[in-house]
């Protein structure tokens, strides 16, 4: 597990956030304790599939309020 802050939006994000990565197999503990644990945050989940657009859209997961991303910056692949 990784993390780095992003004080501004970055890439299709429209906001400022703290990137976490993490390996899948981390995926049935880690996303229950941030769905319990997240209090106000959002959280906004993706696989890395190697195709970024709908990595980020149809494969996409939100805890919390949703925002707009910007899917034209993303290419389909990767």
């Known amino acids: 597990v990784y ?7 970055v890439g299709p ?10 390996a899948p197999d981390l995926f049935a503990t880690l996303v229950p304790w941030l ?4 209090g106000p945050l959002t959280i ?3 696989p890395e599939t190697g195709f970024p ?5 149809k ?5 919390g309020r949703q925002q707009a ?4 910056q993303l290419p ?3």
């Open 69 to 72: 991303i910007k899917l034209d």
């Open 44 to 46: 906004f989940l993706h």
């Open 13 to 22: 994000h429209p906001s400022a956030m703290f990137q976490v990565a993490f």
């Open 76 to 78: 389909e692949r990767g």
């Open 35 to 38: 769905a319990l644990n997240r």
């Open 53 to 57: 657009r709908d990595d980020h859209s």
């Open 3 to 9: 993390g780095r802050w992003h004080d501004v939006p």
């Open 59 to 63: 494969h996409a997961i939100w805890m």
